[in-house]
């Protein structure tokens, strides 16, 4: 459930669960989540008849925005073993993925956002370099069918 407050929460205590329930785990620390969103298409719609010059406008289909995720490389397989479901048309390839956001002290979850229906549509490792001195990330991309908050 969400908890109001006064001031902002800081945006760098969150937890990732990738729809296997685990979130305290290396393979769950993601370093940034971006793109949550979802956006409502609207018709317009004007009858012959109508006593107005203007547009009716009712909602359409909604659409959910695609989610980055980005983490260090930590030598797991698990994003790589989703995609490959994934291709292959596996069924377990559908998964809820949920994000939440942590309190300051993360004694208490202050806003959750569900990800339904998400897979994972694309994987990405590197960059490299042999003269960097940054650690080396992947990043995958989330489409989801349903944006639920709490």
Do not use: C
């Amino acid at each position: 459930m969400a908890v109001v407050r006064d001031r902002p929460y800081v945006q760098f205590n969150f937890h990732v669960n990738l729809g296997d329930g685990v979130t305290n785990t290396p393979q769950a620390g993601f370093q940034e989540v971006s793109g949550i969103g979802m956006e409502v298409t609207i018709t317009e719609y004007r009858p012959g008849n109508y006593a107005f010059n203007n547009v009716i406008k009712t909602a359409g289909l909604n659409k959910a925005t695609d989610v980055t995720m980005k983490r260090g490389v930590i030598g797991s397989l698990d994003l790589y073993k989703w995609l490959d479901d994934v291709r292959n048309g596996a069924n377990s390839g559908l998964r809820t993925v949920t994000v939440e956001l942590k309190s300051e002290d993360r004694t208490q979850t202050v806003q959750t956002w569900r990800l339904i229906n998400a897979r994972i549509m694309k994987h990405t490792s590197g960059p490299f370099n042999a003269k960097g001195t940054d650690v080396a990330m992947e990043e995958l991309t989330l489409s989801y069918e349903r944006l639920e908050m709490e």
